[in-house]
């Protein structure tokens, strides 16, 4: 797969047709979506970048000057990418978790440039005061400890529990695609996480053909909150995909891209 960059921000650019956007979760990275730009790029434009402190894209020293990190940061990023690629016409956007929520910032942001979205293991509520807590517990490991720290916490909980247990090549890749994130990237997503908006409202005023799909097995993200992003969402249709955690796309690669081919050939 070509790597690109602009603007310091790496990317993928694969295919031709609808263009599909993309956007990983926290702390992974393009790698992510590694078997939908394999299984999608003969029909369609896979379009899929590194976030600003992932991967191979650096956070712009501005950013770190200031230290005001938000999804719509994020989202902007994004837009800014796709016009230098001179697409205008509206995307698929694809966010995983973090990524759903800045796909749903997206679609705050640029509603005309989202033809349709498609919300994987996300939720549309802002962080509770609880969690808002831990993003603060988590800046401070990661400053003292490093990163290694909240990894190691972390990982069991991105995958299912049986996968976590017999399929240790996974377990690897998921590490792997970890250790790339930078500390200010970490950082910058744990304050971005922890200050975004509630987007529980913007739900209802979503006109665009959605798609949420969540695994049975996520522990870090639970089911109901897709639930009542299906209830609330007018167009939108629910999957749930068994035997899969919190990344449904690399634990059930084959699956997903079903659904999702299925989703696109809909539109
Ligand atoms: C993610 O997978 O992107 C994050 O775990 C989401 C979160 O921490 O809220």
New binding site residues.
Partial sequence: MQNNKHNQLSYIDQGQGTPILFIH??P?SKKLWEEQIEGLSSQFRCIAPDLRGYGQSALLAAQVEKQHFSMDMFAEDCANLLTDLGIREPVVVTG????G?ISLAFYRLYPNRVRSLVLT???AGA?SLE?QNNRDKAVDTVTHSGSRAIFEA?LPK?ISPSAYANKPELVKRVEGIMDEATHEGIVASLLA?KTRPDSTLLLPNITCPSLIIHGADDQ??PITEAQSMHNSIPEAELVIIEKAG?LPNLEQPDTYNQVLQRFLRSL
């Fill in positions: 979760g926290y992974l995983l978790s973090m990524g929520y293991a996300t939720r962080d969690a972390m991105l996480m870090i993200i919190h």
